[in-house]
Protein backbone atom coordinates (compact mmCIF):
# COMPACT_ATOMS: atom_id res chain seq x y z
CA UNK A 1 0.00 0.00 0.00
CA UNK A 2 1.22 3.26 -0.93
CA UNK A 3 0.11 6.59 1.67
CA UNK A 4 -0.59 9.71 -0.40
CA UNK A 5 0.47 12.54 1.86
CA UNK A 6 -1.52 15.61 -0.19
CA UNK A 7 -4.47 13.48 -0.52
CA UNK A 8 -4.57 12.92 3.36
CA UNK A 9 -4.62 17.14 3.73
CA UNK A 10 -7.11 17.06 1.11
CA UNK A 11 -9.07 15.18 3.19
CA UNK A 12 -8.20 16.40 6.49
CA UNK A 13 -9.00 19.82 4.87
CA UNK A 14 -12.58 19.09 3.86
CA UNK A 15 -13.43 17.63 7.43
CA UNK A 16 -12.46 20.40 9.15
CA UNK A 17 -14.90 22.98 6.40
CA UNK A 18 -17.45 20.79 7.80
CA UNK A 19 -16.81 20.42 11.92
CA UNK A 20 -16.10 24.37 11.33
CA UNK A 21 -19.64 24.82 10.01
CA UNK A 22 -21.11 22.05 12.67
CA UNK A 23 -19.28 23.58 14.90
CA UNK A 24 -20.61 27.05 14.19
CA UNK A 25 -24.22 26.08 14.58
CA UNK A 26 -24.11 24.72 17.32
CA UNK A 27 -22.72 27.26 19.20
CA UNK A 28 -25.17 29.55 17.72
CA UNK A 29 -23.05 31.64 15.90
CA UNK A 30 -23.71 31.16 12.35
CA UNK A 31 -25.81 34.08 12.39
CA UNK A 32 -22.68 36.17 12.89
CA UNK A 33 -21.60 35.44 9.50
CA UNK A 34 -24.96 35.02 7.47
CA UNK A 35 -28.40 36.06 7.45
CA UNK A 36 -30.44 33.27 9.26
CA UNK A 37 -32.50 32.31 6.35
CA UNK A 38 -29.03 30.37 4.82
CA UNK A 39 -28.69 28.23 7.45
CA UNK A 40 -30.37 25.58 6.02
CA UNK A 41 -27.72 26.21 3.11
CA UNK A 42 -24.78 26.25 5.47
CA UNK A 43 -26.19 23.03 6.83
CA UNK A 44 -25.99 21.71 3.50
CA UNK A 45 -22.51 22.19 2.59
CA UNK A 46 -21.35 20.99 5.96
CA UNK A 47 -23.10 17.67 4.89
CA UNK A 48 -21.44 17.34 1.48
CA UNK A 49 -17.55 18.15 2.93
CA UNK A 50 -18.40 15.31 4.95
CA UNK A 51 -19.32 13.11 1.88
CA UNK A 52 -16.48 14.77 0.37
CA UNK A 53 -14.22 13.66 2.96
CA UNK A 54 -15.21 10.52 2.62
CA UNK A 55 -14.81 10.33 -0.94
CA UNK A 56 -11.46 11.75 -0.09
CA UNK A 57 -10.52 9.15 2.18
CA UNK A 58 -10.70 6.37 -0.68
CA UNK A 59 -7.73 8.11 -2.22
CA UNK A 60 -5.09 7.99 0.88
CA UNK A 61 -3.89 4.73 0.10
CA UNK A 62 -3.55 2.99 -3.33
CA UNK A 63 -2.22 -0.56 -4.02
CA UNK A 64 1.68 0.24 -5.21
CA UNK A 65 1.38 -2.11 -8.33
CA UNK A 66 -1.39 0.56 -9.22
CA UNK A 67 0.65 3.28 -9.11
CA UNK A 68 1.27 4.65 -12.73
CA UNK A 69 -2.32 4.44 -12.98
CA UNK A 70 -3.43 6.71 -10.61
CA UNK A 71 -0.56 9.09 -12.47
CA UNK A 72 -2.25 8.88 -15.03
CA UNK A 73 0.32 8.00 -17.46
CA UNK A 74 -0.35 6.17 -20.51
CA UNK A 75 3.29 5.38 -21.69
CA UNK A 76 2.22 2.53 -24.27
CA UNK A 77 -0.47 5.09 -26.08
CA UNK A 78 1.89 7.56 -26.37
CA UNK A 79 0.29 10.60 -24.61
CA UNK A 80 -0.33 11.37 -20.86
CA UNK A 81 -2.74 13.74 -18.99
CA UNK A 82 -1.56 16.86 -17.22
CA UNK A 83 -3.76 17.69 -14.51
CA UNK A 84 -2.86 16.91 -10.93
CA UNK A 85 -3.86 14.18 -8.89
CA UNK A 86 -1.87 14.56 -5.92
CA UNK A 87 0.81 12.73 -6.69
CA UNK A 88 2.83 15.40 -8.59
CA UNK A 89 5.81 17.17 -6.42
CA UNK A 90 4.71 19.51 -3.58
CA UNK A 91 6.21 23.33 -4.39
CA UNK A 92 5.70 26.90 -3.84
CA UNK A 93 2.46 27.02 -5.70
CA UNK A 94 0.80 24.18 -4.01
CA UNK A 95 2.00 25.83 -0.93
CA UNK A 96 0.22 28.72 -1.10
CA UNK A 97 -3.17 27.05 -2.62
CA UNK A 98 -3.18 25.18 0.26
CA UNK A 99 -2.55 27.85 2.49
CA UNK A 100 -5.03 30.49 0.61
CA UNK A 101 -7.80 27.33 1.71
CA UNK A 102 -6.52 27.05 5.31
CA UNK A 103 -6.85 30.68 6.07
CA UNK A 104 -10.28 30.54 6.82
CA UNK A 105 -10.25 27.50 8.90
CA UNK A 106 -7.44 28.72 11.01
CA UNK A 107 -8.92 31.87 12.05
CA UNK A 108 -12.36 30.22 12.19
CA UNK A 109 -10.59 27.79 15.08
CA UNK A 110 -9.05 29.84 16.59
CA UNK A 111 -10.31 33.54 16.66
CA UNK A 112 -13.62 34.11 18.41
CA UNK A 113 -17.01 35.53 16.61
CA UNK A 114 -16.25 39.11 16.61
CA UNK A 115 -19.52 41.53 16.37
CA UNK A 116 -19.43 44.66 14.26
CA UNK A 117 -18.94 47.63 16.10
CA UNK A 118 -18.60 51.36 16.26
CA UNK A 119 -14.85 50.59 15.24
CA UNK A 120 -16.23 49.33 11.98
CA UNK A 121 -18.98 51.78 11.57
CA UNK A 122 -16.25 54.59 11.53
CA UNK A 123 -14.49 52.74 8.49
CA UNK A 124 -17.32 52.29 6.68
CA UNK A 125 -18.48 55.91 6.69
CA UNK A 126 -20.82 56.29 9.50
CA UNK A 127 -23.18 59.56 9.13
CA UNK A 128 -21.49 59.59 5.77
CA UNK A 129 -23.29 56.19 4.98
CA UNK A 130 -26.26 57.38 6.35
CA UNK A 131 -26.47 60.61 4.41
CA UNK A 132 -26.08 58.71 1.28
CA UNK A 133 -28.98 56.81 2.17
CA UNK A 134 -31.19 60.40 3.16
CA UNK A 135 -30.31 61.74 -0.49
CA UNK A 136 -31.25 58.08 -2.01
CA UNK A 137 -34.42 58.21 -0.17
CA UNK A 138 -35.05 61.52 -1.38
CA UNK A 139 -34.78 61.04 -5.11
CA UNK A 140 -36.90 58.12 -5.22
CA UNK A 141 -39.77 60.30 -3.43
CA UNK A 142 -39.10 63.03 -5.89
CA UNK A 143 -39.37 60.78 -8.52
CA UNK A 144 -42.50 59.27 -7.49
CA UNK A 145 -45.78 60.54 -7.99
CA UNK A 146 -48.47 60.75 -5.27
CA UNK A 147 -51.47 59.41 -6.78
CA UNK A 148 -52.58 57.81 -3.52
CA UNK A 149 -55.72 59.98 -2.38
CA UNK A 150 -57.79 56.90 -0.72
CA UNK A 151 -58.95 56.80 2.92
CA UNK A 152 -56.68 54.68 5.20
CA UNK A 153 -57.64 51.17 4.92
CA UNK A 154 -58.87 49.25 8.34
CA UNK A 155 -55.95 47.44 9.68
CA UNK A 156 -56.56 43.64 10.47
CA UNK A 157 -54.49 42.69 13.38
CA UNK A 158 -54.38 39.19 13.01
CA UNK A 159 -52.15 39.88 9.88
CA UNK A 160 -49.24 41.75 11.43
CA UNK A 161 -48.90 39.31 14.76
CA UNK A 162 -45.20 39.14 14.57
CA UNK A 163 -45.47 35.70 16.56
CA UNK A 164 -47.15 34.13 14.19
CA UNK A 165 -44.14 35.35 10.81
CA UNK A 166 -41.27 32.90 10.40
CA UNK A 167 -38.26 33.58 9.63
CA UNK A 168 -39.32 37.00 8.72
CA UNK A 169 -41.00 35.88 5.52
CA UNK A 170 -43.93 37.96 5.13
CA UNK A 171 -46.86 37.43 2.28
CA UNK A 172 -47.70 40.31 -0.17
CA UNK A 173 -50.86 41.28 2.33
CA UNK A 174 -49.03 40.73 5.35
CA UNK A 175 -46.08 42.88 4.98
CA UNK A 176 -48.88 46.18 3.00
CA UNK A 177 -50.33 46.00 6.29
CA UNK A 178 -47.56 45.77 8.93
CA UNK A 179 -46.41 49.17 6.82
CA UNK A 180 -50.42 50.66 7.35
CA UNK A 181 -50.18 49.67 10.84
CA UNK A 182 -46.69 51.74 11.05
CA UNK A 183 -48.45 54.51 9.51
CA UNK A 184 -51.52 54.90 11.98
CA UNK A 185 -49.29 54.02 15.24
CA UNK A 186 -49.22 56.89 17.63
CA UNK A 187 -46.10 55.08 19.32
CA UNK A 188 -43.14 52.68 16.69
CA UNK A 189 -41.57 49.70 18.54
CA UNK A 190 -38.47 49.65 16.81
CA UNK A 191 -38.24 45.63 17.23
CA UNK A 192 -35.34 43.37 15.15
CA UNK A 193 -37.97 41.88 13.34
CA UNK A 194 -39.45 44.92 11.92
CA UNK A 195 -36.43 47.71 12.23
CA UNK A 196 -34.98 47.81 8.91
CA UNK A 197 -38.16 47.96 7.29
CA UNK A 198 -39.80 50.73 9.25
CA UNK A 199 -36.70 52.50 9.29
CA UNK A 200 -36.63 52.74 5.17
CA UNK A 201 -40.65 53.77 5.55
CA UNK A 202 -39.91 56.63 7.69
CA UNK A 203 -36.77 58.27 5.88
CA UNK A 204 -39.23 58.31 2.51
CA UNK A 205 -41.39 60.74 4.53
CA UNK A 206 -39.71 62.03 7.59
CA UNK A 207 -42.42 64.94 8.19
CA UNK A 208 -45.46 62.22 8.68
CA UNK A 209 -43.53 60.57 11.58
CA UNK A 210 -42.39 63.45 13.27
CA UNK A 211 -43.75 63.57 16.95
CA UNK A 212 -44.36 60.42 17.40
CA UNK A 213 -43.12 58.43 20.05
CA UNK A 214 -40.37 55.53 19.12
CA UNK A 215 -38.92 52.47 21.41
CA UNK A 216 -35.51 50.97 20.08
CA UNK A 217 -32.40 49.73 21.12
CA UNK A 218 -28.82 49.74 19.69
CA UNK A 219 -24.57 50.40 20.36
CA UNK A 220 -23.34 53.62 21.03
CA UNK A 221 -21.68 55.72 18.08
CA UNK A 222 -20.03 59.03 18.56
CA UNK A 223 -19.34 61.24 15.25
CA UNK A 224 -17.39 64.43 15.28
CA UNK A 225 -20.47 67.58 14.50
CA UNK A 226 -22.61 66.01 16.90
CA UNK A 227 -23.05 68.13 19.82
CA UNK A 228 -22.17 66.79 23.26
CA UNK A 229 -25.85 65.47 24.16
CA UNK A 230 -25.91 63.65 20.80
CA UNK A 231 -24.39 60.83 19.61
CA UNK A 232 -25.61 57.87 17.40
CA UNK A 233 -27.69 54.27 18.05
CA UNK A 234 -27.22 52.34 15.58
CA UNK A 235 -27.46 48.62 14.10
CA UNK A 236 -25.53 46.80 11.58
CA UNK A 237 -28.09 45.20 8.89
CA UNK A 238 -26.84 42.09 7.09
CA UNK A 239 -28.61 41.05 3.55
CA UNK A 240 -26.51 37.98 2.58
CA UNK A 241 -23.70 37.86 4.90
CA UNK A 242 -21.24 39.72 7.34
CA UNK A 243 -19.28 40.78 4.49
CA UNK A 244 -22.26 43.04 2.96
CA UNK A 245 -23.55 44.50 6.33
CA UNK A 246 -24.49 47.97 6.69
CA UNK A 247 -25.00 50.82 9.45
CA UNK A 248 -28.38 51.86 9.60
CA UNK A 249 -29.63 54.40 13.03
CA UNK A 250 -30.60 57.41 14.48
CA UNK A 251 -29.36 60.67 15.99
CA UNK A 252 -30.11 60.78 19.05
CA UNK A 253 -30.59 63.66 21.60
CA UNK A 254 -30.31 63.36 25.48
CA UNK A 255 -31.48 65.34 28.05
CA UNK A 256 -28.06 65.41 29.55
CA UNK A 257 -24.54 65.30 28.23
CA UNK A 258 -23.25 62.06 26.59
CA UNK A 259 -19.13 61.82 27.93
CA UNK A 260 -20.11 59.32 30.64
CA UNK A 261 -21.66 57.09 27.77
CA UNK A 262 -18.83 54.73 25.73
CA UNK A 263 -18.75 54.06 22.36
CA UNK A 264 -20.33 50.07 21.68
CA UNK A 265 -22.44 50.42 24.78
CA UNK A 266 -25.92 49.07 24.10
CA UNK A 267 -28.97 50.99 25.37
CA UNK A 268 -32.42 50.92 24.81
CA UNK A 269 -34.82 54.12 24.70
CA UNK A 270 -37.47 55.45 24.14
CA UNK A 271 -38.50 59.24 23.13
CA UNK A 272 -39.68 61.46 20.41
CA UNK A 273 -39.14 61.85 16.45
CA UNK A 274 -37.94 64.48 15.15
CA UNK A 275 -36.41 66.38 12.69
CA UNK A 276 -32.68 67.92 12.72
CA UNK A 277 -29.98 69.15 10.05
CA UNK A 278 -26.28 68.06 10.32
CA UNK A 279 -24.01 68.48 7.35
CA UNK A 280 -26.81 69.85 5.29
CA UNK A 281 -29.08 67.28 4.83
CA UNK A 282 -32.29 66.49 7.20
CA UNK A 283 -32.20 63.54 9.64
CA UNK A 284 -35.15 61.88 11.73
CA UNK A 285 -33.59 62.70 15.48
CA UNK A 286 -34.79 61.02 18.73
CA UNK A 287 -35.36 63.11 21.58
CA UNK A 288 -35.12 60.85 24.23
CA UNK A 289 -37.55 60.79 27.38
CA UNK A 290 -36.11 57.37 28.95
CA UNK A 291 -32.90 55.24 28.64
CA UNK A 292 -30.80 52.60 29.85
CA UNK A 293 -27.76 50.43 29.52
CA UNK A 294 -28.74 47.08 28.58
CA UNK A 295 -26.54 44.20 27.83
CA UNK A 296 -25.37 43.40 23.87
CA UNK A 297 -28.32 41.25 22.02
CA UNK A 298 -27.77 37.73 21.47
CA UNK A 299 -28.71 38.07 18.00
CA UNK A 300 -26.73 41.67 17.43
CA UNK A 301 -27.48 41.84 14.32
CA UNK A 302 -30.80 42.97 11.91
CA UNK A 303 -31.88 41.09 8.65
CA UNK A 304 -34.33 42.76 6.24
CA UNK A 305 -37.97 41.20 5.36
CA UNK A 306 -38.58 39.10 2.88
CA UNK A 307 -41.91 39.19 1.09
CA UNK A 308 -43.00 36.00 -0.17
CA UNK A 309 -44.22 36.15 -4.11
CA UNK A 310 -47.82 33.77 -4.14
Known sequence: ????????????????????????????????????????????????????????????????????????????????????????PFNTKKLFSYLVIAFPLVTGFLLPAKVLDASIADKKGGLAVLSNQMADKQQAEEGETNTNQQEDPVINEDLVDLSRIEDNIYT????????????QSSSIDMNDQVFSTYYEEMHMDL???????????????????????QLVLARFLITHCVADAGIIGFISELPESTESI?????????????????????????????????KEPSEPYLYPISVKVL
Request: hydrophobic share 40%; with cysteine; charged share 20%.
Open 207 to 229: DKFKGREITLNGFVYKEDGLQQN
Open 172 to 183: NEEYEQLIKQLE
Open 262 to 294: DVNTWIEATGVLDITNYNGMEYPIIKITNWKEI
Open 1 to 88: MRFHFQQAVRAFILLAFSVMLFKLHFAGEITKFINPKYEGLSQSAAVLFILLFIIQTTRIWTIKENSHYHHCHEESHGHSCNHDHGDS
